[in-house]
């Protein structure tokens, strides 16, 4: 099997494992701010990035891939639209409902009459539209080191939602084939360099918006990782799976830490090195297989339950048992979200190829008919 011949079977490669380390990364980096620690662990090490920055590095490069995979399998608007909604839209929405309903009441300061009579309450709801995404809750988690925030890791949907539909409108366009995808990475990276070097561009100044919510920093830092997961799957027959080329880009990743260099070494060095585990022939799919893929239930309900478990626990349990705690319950959310929330959403796409597969033979059946009658007349 050549690498990337099963991209969407998860057997035989190995990126439900990556996405399941990213989201534990992810969980892991929030613990540091919300308990007011610095330096994070991971950028101590780095001196550029943290651990939740390199872990949404992965997610995208493994979503661009797999998203390029998906296309070029159905490269029709509504499947892909609704595919994708199907796989975010349902696990958002009951997280919302889990902030709004559970979360909020239990650790808000103010009267319950007053939180559900605040419009911040009900305008929370509006996070499953994704443009853009609105973090605080009346008098939840203000007194926090990290304030306010109720569920910190959902800035990233719409960015990767925005990712999807440039990436639908290349596709069609026919610019991610071959080269071309290495060129439209290649731009990514350029003028992510561009924005850091001449526009400044940082976390606290990240450019204008793309899309609500969707800072033109955040898309193309990110586009870099995306894109480069399309290029690799579109030049997938001429990329060697060596390992040597995989220690040479771990060596020059590390030795790029706390210099200058660092985020554009990474921007080379970890596709790879994500490329490099997916295919690896170790079996590591295995040990996703009791669980199935709860990377994204871990990663849209851990950020709350720290937090919960922050108020409640911390004082009396200290740092690392209460993320210990924090690990258990998000992945407890995190098997519910799949078995009941995503597995079944996600099993309604085979409906919906059959809906739109019988709606295709409808509207060719008038044509298949007139092309047997001049097939009579002849």
Not at 185 to 200: D, I, M, Q, R
Not at 302 to 313: G, H, K, L, W
């Amino acid at each position: 099997m050549k690498p990337g011949d099963v991209d969407i079977g998860h057997r035989g490669n190995n990126f439900d494992f990556l996405r399941i380390c990213a989201a534990y990364l992810v969980l892991a980096s929030h613990s540091w701010p919300i308990f007011g620690r610095e330096p994070e662990f991971v950028s101590a090490l780095l001196g550029y990035e943290s651990g939740g920055g390199l872990a949404v590095s992965v997610f995208f490069f493994v979503s661009g891939y797999l998203m390029y995979a998906s296309l070029l399998r159905q490269n029709g608007l509504l499947r892909f639209a609704a595919s994708r909604g199907l796989r975010i839209l349902p696990g958002l929405a009951v997280t919302v409902l889990f902030a709004v309903f559970i979360v909020g009441p239990l650790f808000t300061t103010l009267p319950l009459k007053d939180y559900f009579a605040r419009s911040e309450t009900w305008k929370y709801l509006r996070n499953v539209l994704l443009f853009p995404i609105r973090f605080n809750l009346p008098g939840v988690f203000e007194t926090h080191p990290a304030r306010g925030s109720v569920n910190g890791s959902l800035w990233t949907l719409p960015i990767e939602v925005a990712c999807y539909i440039l990436l639908f409108i290349l596709f069609r366009l026919r610019l991610l084939t071959g080269d071309r995808a290495i060129a439209v990475a290649a731009a990514f990276a350029c003028a992510s360099l561009a924005g850091v070097t001449v526009l400044h561009w940082s976390w606290t100044n990240r450019g204008p918006d793309i899309l609500p919510g969707v800072p033109s920093f955040n898309f193309i830092g990110y586009g870099v990782y995306f894109f480069s997961g399309s290029a690799f799957r579109a030049c997938r027959d001429k990329i060697a799976l060596r390992g040597d080329l995989a220690l040479c880009a771990l060596l020059l990743f590390a030795a790029s830490a706390h210099s200058a260099a660092g985020p554009f070494v990474e921007s080379l060095a970890l596709p790879y090195l994500i490329y490099y585990v997916a295919f690896v022939r170790l079996p590591l799919w295995r040990l996703t297989m009791a669980t199935g893929d709860i990377s994204y239930g871990v990663y849209i309900f851990a950020y709350p339950v720290q937090q919960s478990v922050y108020s409640v626990a911390s004082p009396k349990l200290g740092f690392y048992p209460t993320m210990a705690l924090s690990f258990a319950i998000a992945t407890v959310l995190g098997v519910l979200s799949w078995r009941f929330i995503e597995k079944p959403a996600l099993a309604l796409k085979t409906l919906l190829d059959d809906v739109i597969a019988k709606r295709a033979r409808l509207l060719s059946e008038p044509g298949r008919r007139q092309t047997a009658i001049l097939q009579q007349d002849a």
